[in-house]
């Protein structure tokens, strides 16, 4: 299985102890857009082996499942034409 789908498949369980499957998939795929636009632009020069690599896809994938849970409960509590309104 190549390295990117076995990456996703393991993002979507570390996410999906604290979100839906398809919130966990969402916030995997965002996690892995954000990890290779991140390395790709230099912002990780010090990575150097897959354990570090490990464990920044668990911290970025932490904070993304924070991030989405803060959103959706932001969504909840603010009435939908007060959002639109606010752009």
Known sequence: ???QKV???KICDLA????????SEEVANDVLVAL???IAGGKYPDLCDKNSLWFLILKITQNRVIVFTRREKAKKRIPAESIESSD
């Open 36 to 38: 290779t636009q991140s």
């Open 16 to 23: 999906k102890s604290k979100l839906s499957k398809p919130d």
């Open 7 to 9: 990456t996703f498949l």
């Open 1 to 3: 299985m190549p390295f």
